[in-house]
């Protein structure tokens, strides 16, 4: 199983930025699809952005479009996340989680129990 440590996630004010990094143990990491999903306290985990295996193709939940950027190195087994235009609603633990290969079905990617292994998370604080 692909062990997952995140890292990059801290206090900033509305309108700041963060990048996020996730890095994966492991061979094969460009074999994975790679997603951020966050959940906020009291609320369920959610869908942030997804890049897939293959292609390369990414996917942002409509709340994080335009402002968010997934991108991943498979030299360096690591996949981050650049937040920009940070917003409070934004403030959650923010969770790396990775899938061997593609995913069940189109738009399964929303789905936590799609993932396969997941990172300890990273708080990510947006003050207003």
């Known amino acids: 199983q692909m062990q997952l440590v995140e890292s990059g996630g801290g206090l900033v004010q509305a309108g700041g930025s963060l990048r996020l990094s996730c890095v994966a143990s492991?061979?094969?990491?460009?074999?994975?699809?790679m997603g951020w999903l966050r959940q906020a306290p009291g609320k369920e985990r959610e869908f942030v952005a997804v890049?897939?295996?293959?292609?390369?193709?990414?996917y942002y939940s409509d709340s994080v479009k335009g402002r968010f950027t997934i991108s991943r190195d498979n030299a360096k087994n690591t996949v981050f996340l650049q937040m920009n235009s940070l917003k409070p609603e934004d403030t959650a633990i923010y969770y790396c989680a990775s899938r061997l290969g593609l995913f069940s079905r189109p738009g399964a990617y929303r789905f936590a129990n799609e993932y396969q292994s997941w990172g300890q998370g990273t708080q990510v604080t947006v003050s207003s």
């Open positions: 492991g061979r094969l990491f460009s074999g994975y699809s």
């Open positions: 890049i897939i295996v293959r292609g390369g193709s990414t």
